[in-house]
């Protein structure tokens, strides 16, 4: 697949989810199951096999966007981002200025799969 992207990467207590953006729509999108153990280098091999089914080179992915309600989970993907990507990876949380405002009493609470 040629071209570039963002993945996201929804983490979810039962699945992640992961999914390529490009240009303005979702080019690919994958399911795994979530396994809050798992180590870093773990996930790692699932989405570079992910990816290469596709025909995608790590080099085209130019963002990283995670959400996040498995805590171990986010910073497991946080460091395979920045280990096997090189690229700093956005963490969604209720203090993420994306514009939208988060009207329930305690934001801090909302899961960033809310968000």
Same mark, same amino acid.
């Given at each position: #697949?040629?071209?570039?992207? %963002?993945? /996201?990467?929804?983490?979810? !207590?039962?699945?992640?989810?992961?999914? %390529?953006?490009?240009? !303005?729509?979702?080019?690919?999108?994958?399911?795994?199951?979530?396994?809050?153990?798992? #180590?870093?280098?773990? =996930?790692? $091999?699932? *989405?570079? !096999?992910?990816?290469?089914? /596709?025909?995608?080179?790590?080099?085209?992915?130019?963002?990283? *966007?995670?959400?996040?309600? $498995?805590?171990?989970?986010?910073?497991?993907?946080?460091?395979?981002?920045?280990? =096997? =990507? &090189?690229?700093?990876?956005? *963490?969604?949380?209720? &203090?993420? !200025?994306?514009?939208? &405002?988060?009207?329930?009493?305690?934001?801090?609470?909302?899961?960033?799969?809310?968000?």
């Amino acid at each position: #697949m040629a071209g570039s992207g %963002l993945l /996201a990467i929804d983490i979810g !207590n039962t699945n992640v989810h992961l999914g %390529l953006w490009q240009g !303005n729509a979702w080019a690919l999108s994958w399911r795994a199951r979530t396994v809050a153990d798992k #180590m870093p280098d773990e =996930y790692a $091999v699932l *989405v570079r !096999n992910f990816l290469t089914s /596709a025909d995608v080179r790590a080099e085209a992915i130019t963002g990283v *966007v995670i959400a996040s309600v $498995v805590p171990p989970l986010t910073s497991a993907f946080v460091e395979l981002v920045r280990r =096997y =990507y &090189k690229l700093d990876p956005l *963490v969604v949380t209720s &203090k993420t !200025n994306t514009g939208v &405002k988060i009207a329930i009493d305690q934001p801090e609470q909302a899961g960033a799969d809310r968000i």
